[in-house]
Each structure stands twice: as structure tokens, then as C-alpha cells.
T-cell receptor
Framework: DQQVKQNSPSLSVQEGRISILNCDYT??????FLWYKKYPAEGPTFLISISSIKDKNEDGRFTVFLNKSAKHLSLHIVPSQPGDSAVYFC??????????????FGTGTLLAVQP | GAVVSQHPSWVICKSGTSVKIECRSL??????MFWYRQFPKQSLMLMATSNEGSKATYEQGVEKDKFLINHASLTLSTLTVTSAHPEDSSFYIC???????????FGPGTRLTVT
């Protein structure tokens, strides 16, 4: 059962435009959501996170929106740059009664920013 | 801050031998470290969670006798793939939880090829 889903395996955007990456989840117990960027043969790099008590978090060119009722979050990158080309993973975390927090990852979306 | 290193970055070994991969948090103390495996064009699969000084918790389907995890200190965790076989060839990534428990910082990964 895939608790975190990224239904778009790839996305192509022109440089300077907005990139919107989407993520859906099924478990209402998730309390933090994170976005990671990954280049081939490298570990993921943390980008931005959002708590379930918020609906928006912004950091520079990156903004994450959370719609709890729809169990949906999105990452907006504006303006998009060629260096943003990578695979983007969304991940969700839940406080299992104070136990270690595991991250559940989506399947990733390959973003290609065209110059 | 929040730098995680892995060693080696790649390793080739013969079938039947054992391989040890090290994961270190360089500038923070990590009470919890995680080990993931990634197959080509797939998401990150959590293998196990390790807390400093205690036994690792393995995910369902992961053989604990094959993938030995030791978390001897707050900055070091090791994964040993015992009696490796070609099907163990994969990209192994570790991560560590920092001050904010819901965020994980990833190492650069280790490419294991078993011949």
C-alpha cells in the first residue's frame, strides 16, 4: 500500500517559469511533510518541510502548500532554473507515539528545466 | 551543518563475501540513523532504523542476519552486507535525524556491485 504518491513521474518546465510538483497521501496521522531533491548516484538533499498545522511554508524560491482535507501537498519552485533539474521526492513523517520517526517516501518526480 | 558522510562511495565485491558500509554524522549527534536501499528508477526503501546503543529495528521483509547494523556511537552507524549475492547489488543510503526529529539528512550513498 503506497501511503505517499507522486502521480507524475516526470515534469518539463521552461527556465524562469513555475514548477509545481504534486504529492498525495493517505494516512491522516502524518504530521510532517518534507521535500527532498536527488541527483543520480547521490543521497537526497533536504529542501523544505511543513507541519500539518500549517498550510504554507516558504523558503526562497521554494514554497510548499498543504491541503489537509484533500491530503495533498505541492512544491512550487519559482523561478525555475536549469540547476533545479533533478528527481524530487516528497516524504511524510508520523510521530509513532514518541517512537522513532520514519519517513515514508513517494516514488519521485523527475523535473527537467529547459534553458 | 547537518552533514552526513558515507564510506565507501562505491564497492565491488565477489559473491559470498561481506561488505561494510560506514555512515557518519560529521557536525551533529545523531541518536537515530536510518538505512535505505534504492533500486534504479524507484523510491527509497527503508531497510532499518538504528538508535545509538540499541538493536536496530528492521522493516518487514529485510533479513536482519544478512544486513547487520551497528550504531556504536552518536556519530557512526555501520551496515554490513553478509554473504553478498548479485541480487544485493544496489544503492545504499544512510540518513541521520538531527535536532528536529522529523528531518533526516542523507549521506551521498554507496553503490554496491556484487559479481
Amino acid at each position: 500500500d503506497q501511503q505517499v504518491k507522486q502521480n507524475s513521474p516526470s515534469l518539463s518546465v521552461q527556465e524562469g517559469r513555475i514548477s509545481i510538483l504534486n504529492c498525495d497521501y493517505t494516512n491522516s496521522m502524518f504530521d510532517y511533510f518534507l521535500w527532498y531533491k536527488k541527483y543520480p548516484a547521490e543521497g537526497p538533499t533536504f529542501l523544505i518541510s511543513i507541519s500539518s498545522i500549517k498550510d504554507k511554508n516558504e523558503d526562497g524560491r521554494f514554497t510548499v502548500f498543504l491541503n489537509k482535507s484533500a491530503k495533498h501537498l505541492s512544491l512550487h519552485i519559482v523561478p525555475s532554473q536549469p540547476g533545479d533539474s533533478a528527481v524530487y521526492f516528497c516524504a511524510a513523517s508520523s510521530d509513532y507515539g514518541g517512537a522513532t520517526n520514519k519517513l515514508i517516501f513517494g516514488t519521485g518526480t523527475l523535473l527537467a528545466v529547459q534553458p | 551543518g547537518a552533514v552526513v558522510s558515507q564510506h565507501p562511495s562505491w564497492v565491488i565485491c565477489k559473491s559470498g563475501t561481506s561488505v561494510k558500509i560506514e555512515c557518519r554524522s560529521l557536525d551533529f549527534q545523531a541518536t537515530t540513523m536510518f538505512w535505505y536501499r534504492q533500486f534504479p528508477k524507484q523510491s527509497l526503501m527503508l531497510m532499518a532504523t538504528s538508535n545509538e546503543g540499541s538493536k536496530a529495528t528492521y522493516e518487514q521483509g529485510v533479513e536482519k542476519d544478512k544486513f547487520l547494523i551497528n550504531h556504536a556511537s552518536l556519530t557512526l552507524s555501520t551496515l554490513t552486507v553478509t554473504s553478498a549475492h548479485p541480487e544485493d547489488s544496489s544503492f545504499y543510503i544512510c540518513s541521520a535525524s538531527g535536532v528536529r526529529y522529523y528531518e533526516q539528512y542523507f549521506g551521498p550513498g554507496t553503490r554496491l556491485t556484487v559479481t
